[in-house]
């Protein structure tokens, strides 16, 4: 029930609750949280370590194998976030999470038990509508419960959870796709149980106080603010004086605020810069393995070498762990990618096996660097009426680069070579992380302030 307070107590809330320093919520949370993230980097990466395996026992083409493996769930993943984070802008974040892990849960089965590759591509498209919505509003609910000074770490923390499942996967993949021939089944399956143990765990989570604040649900606000004070006050935290920042409240269709100038100046930077990254990341994730195995490693050898570089996801979250909240982000996005363009190159190279696992590692490095810290600004400069829906728009229009970097990779290595190919998705990276630059600071401020 919707309650009539003034939208000075409104800000006064807000108020109390960008003062809290802290996670003042209970630590379990972060995990449940990291569960959703987890499932997200391993359904990305299981379809391209299955693939090998589909087309085979399917005999697909390869223009279907490619519109199989990131076509049909790229189309998913730009709609799921789009409508299902335009619903949490409107119905609240914590409906929508429970939404979104359900229909992976249903995805994830029916890829594992699809008879034939009609019903696969179905729940190919089903599994992307709930990662993509999904991957928008843990960002964005992270985001609004996160302590300003700490945003940042603490958004990375729940990123780490998550980017174990891009660093698994290819175990997984490798122990189970070369030798049974359901190892691609099982692939699909495991991933369908993970759904369903996220899904039962987040029953226990609040709904964002910060969206209910500004939907008029003022005590169901007050309560888990109340609650966060009281936990600082068991851990002796001395919280400051509220220190109000003028506020928007109103109302209405959440594509209407996005369209002010402001916010259409922000949609202009993130949407080629994700856009540009995708092109590589996708690229990379979805053609490596067939890439360097028909050049000659074999897919066994392929893994490995992408299963070895995997250990970098959770190294390059831990190395920007310390410095997420000191230095801006929209530069530790642009440093991420220098780092990106030397693993493109040095695979690129091809000179030997230690400068592909390096490249592997660089590139895993970044992925792990960039992919949260680029998240977490994405979601911070948009306004609370539309953030899920801002953070839908730059994510998903541009993982349409994705769908161009898996079919421009292979085209640009078979036209000219496999240096040109992979040099290329270097350079689209670092050109992403030149155009972050332009955004706006985020930094230690408040969402309303950076939103403002």
């Keep these: 029930m919707e309650n009539s307070v003034s939208d000075k107590e409104n800000i006064e809330l807000l108020a109390r609750l960008n003062r809290i320093p802290v996670w003042a919520l209970p630590k379990s949370y972060l995990a449940i949280i990291g569960i959703g993230y987890f499932f997200t980097f391993y359904d990305i990466s299981n379809i391209g370590f299955a693939m090998p395996a589909i087309n085979g026992q399917f005999r697909l083409s390869n223009s279907t194998s490619l519109f199989l493996a990131l076509s049909v769930g790229l189309i998913g993943y730009i709609i799921g976030s789009f409508i299902i984070g335009t619903m949490a802008d409107r119905f609240g974040r914590y409906r929508m999470l429970l939404l979104t892990f359900a229909l992976t849960a249903i995805g994830s089965f029916g890829d594992a038990l699809a008879p034939g590759v009609t019903m696969l591509i179905i729940f190919r498209f089903i599994t992307g509508v709930g990662v993509g919505a999904d991957l928008n509003l843990v960002s964005t609910y992270v ?26 996967t290819p175990f997984v993949a490798l122990a189970l796709v070369p030798h ?12 369908g149980l993970i759904a369903v143990v996220g899904l039962l765990l987040r029953v226990r989570l609040p709904e964002s106080p910060r969206w209910e604040v500004h939907h008029g649900r003022y005590e169901d606000a007050e309560k888990t603010i109340l609650l966060m004070e009281k936990n600082c006050g068991d851990r002796h935290i001395n919280l400051p004086e509220p220190s109000p920042d003028l506020v928007d409240f109103r109302q209405g269709v959440p594509l209407r605020f996005l369209f002010k100038p402001l916010y259409l100046r922000r949609l202009a930077i993130l949407v080629p810069m994700w856009f540009l990254w995708y092109i590589g990341n996708y690229g990379f994730l979805g053609d490596a393995a067939d890439l360097i195995s028909a050049h000659g490693a074999g897919i066994g050898g392929s893994i490995t070498y992408l299963a070895v570089g995997a250990i970098g996801y959770p190294i390059g979250t831990l190395l920007v762990l310390r410095i997420v909240d000191r230095l801006e982000r929209k530069k530790l996005i642009f440093f991420t990618t220098i780092v990106w363009l030397v693993g493109m190159v040095l695979i690129a190279g091809y000179a030997n096996t230690f400068s592909i696992y390096l490249g592997s590692l660089c590139a895993s490095l970044a992925l792990g660097s960039y992919l949260q810290v680029a998240y977490t600004y994405t979601a911070e400069v948009f306004p609370t009426q539309a953030r ?20 421009l990779l292979p085209a640009i290595i078979a036209r000219y070579s496999f240096f040109t190919g992979f040099a290329f998705i270097g350079c689209t990276g670092l050109l992403a992380g030149i155009i972050a630059l332009f955004g706006p600071d985020a930094t230690g401020r408040n969402l309303e302030s950076v939103s403002s």
């Design 180 to 191: 049974l021939e359901i190892g691609w089944r099982l692939l699909f399956g495991i991933g």
């Design 388 to 407: 899920a829906t801002g953070f839908a728009l730059s994510d998903g229009l541009g993982h349409a680069g994705g769908a161009v970097g898996a079919l």
């Design 143 to 168: 985001s609004e419960l996160a302590p300003t000074s700490k945003r940042g770490r603490i958004t990375l923390l729940t990123f780490l959870v998550g980017i174990l499942g891009q660093t698994v």
